[in-house]
């Protein structure tokens, strides 16, 4: 009965191992200058991460709603002219909702940049 399953979940686990043999075969050795980050020739001072300050991710979710925006707004574009006054009262909902959270967004401050 479940047959197909258990073959496909036995090549999915023989091919993973095979992978991960041949890349154990085919591997180089780790040493200090492939295994460190590149910055320049410099060593790294601190950790990747560290250097990104929280007051950039309220701002970058600002930037995502804007960015789906646009993922809603082309498709629209294309058929607004077929489905007529219905798509245009859709669009303004959208935008009235889109309008609502960058207001409250401005008023969080997560339009302020110092």
């Known amino acids: 009965m479940y047959t197909g399953v258990a073959s496909m979940l036995l090549v999915t686990v023989v091919g993973t ?10 591997a180089v050795a780790p040493n200090a200058l492939t295994s460190l980050p590149y910055q320049s020739g410099w060593q790294p001072e601190e ?18 709603a804007f960015d789906v925006e646009m993922l809603f707004m082309y498709p629209w574009a294309i058929v607004v002219a077929e489905l007529g006054l219905k798509a245009i009262v859709e669009m303004f909902l959208f935008l009235g909702a889109l309008f609502v959270a960058v207001a409250w967004a401005w008023r969080e401050g997560a339009l302020r940049w110092v």
């Open 17 to 26: 191992a095979a992978v991960y043999g041949l890349h154990r075969l085919t």
């Open 47 to 64: 950790h990747a991460l560290s250097r990104y300050h929280v007051r950039w991710y309220p701002a970058t979710l600002v930037f995502l």
